[in-house]
């Protein structure tokens, strides 16, 4: 029978700490090729709790063709009270399947492979839309603003300086220490509006709603990573270059490209996905600022978690059940 694979978070961290360069290349490969219809990507699903509001488990269900042909999916806790308590907000483990039969083939770990995917998507989109080097700000500092902050780097974004802005001071000081050992250049945690005056913006808060100003002075040039996707408001998004990763996905679930279709019963602010500006098909007026918003697509912890997988098993720190599967049943 189909053997089953089982790779442990400490396997996954090892491995995910020198692909920085591997994985910004995954990255761009699998928008690309969702971009060409070489996906298949449904609805994610959220889990929630009456009595836990602020807790929820998401299940990203995915297919990637080309050389990754695997079918997956990713289940994400997020449970911010654990934070309290000393444990980290998220966990998560992926599934992978066969394409061919179906057959369940591997379990990862996936909080690390969560976080690259979105912190290489990030710095990848970075790349793309930032003109040159400029300041640097984070609005947020945990788990996933640190490894942006590694991932830009590793893509080739040289900040000036960086500032940090954060709620929780030590949180702020902790990933401001950080991004000076990155970047080589000053840095220091500052107020929301000297974070909103950065050249390079990138938002990764737990924010519900809006809250930056609706007269923020965004200015051409400038380019908002809005990854945490709900900080912005629908007026700022109006007067900006919108680009997402997916429409269909991103525009829902009250996220701020949502809130701007409804407030305008249209879509016509969004200029193209990452994928297409990847193809060099997306015009951008070079009058307004840029908003990147990544709603998140399963098919990127695919790629990640089938790239960690590969090298696993050539690293030895894939543990194989071969008798996983058991005896087949006739139905």
Known sequence: MTSFTV??????????????????????????????????????????????????????????????????????????????????????VLLLNDYRTGYPTACL??????????????????RELVSGPGSVAFVGAGVIARTIADYLAAAGIEPTEV???????????NLSRHAAGVFSVPSRTGTAAEALAADLVVFATTAASP??????????????LNISLRDLPPALLLRSNNIVDDVDHCLKA???????????????????????????????????????????????????????????????GATEIPDFIGEPTRW
């Open 7 to 92: 790779v442990p978070g400490t396997v996954v961290s090892q491995i995910l700490s020198t692909a920085h360069q591997d994985l910004l290349q995954v990255v761009a490969r699998t928008y690309l090729a969702h971009e060409d219809g070489h996906s298949v990507n449904p609805d994610s699903y959220f889990l929630r709790f009456p009595d836990k509001p602020d807790s929820r488990v998401i299940a990203l269900p995915a297919y990637l063709g080309g050389d990754v042909d695997t079918i997956g999916i990713k289940w994400i806790a997020s449970f911010p009270g654990n934070v309290a308590e000393g444990l980290p907000r998220a966990s998560a």
């Open 109 to 126: 770990e996936a909080a690390g492979i969560s976080a690259a995917r979105t912190a290489a998507s990030a710095a990848l989109a970075a």
């Open 254 to 316: 009250q996220t701020s490209p949502h809130l701007t279709e409804q407030l305008t019963g249209n879509r016509d602010f969004v200029n193209g996905t990452l994928g297409a500006h990847l193809r060099g098909t997306v015009d951008l007026d070079p009058d307004r600022p840029v908003i990147f918003s990544p709603f998140g697509l399963g098919i990127l912890d695919l790629a990640v978690g089938h790239h960690v997988l590969g090298r696993a098993r050539e690293s030895g």
């Open 163 to 173: 500032l940090v802005h954060d709620r929780d001071d030590p949180s702020a000081e």
């Open 211 to 224: 809250w930056v100003p609706e007269q923020t002075a965004a200015r051409p040039g400038q380019v908002l």
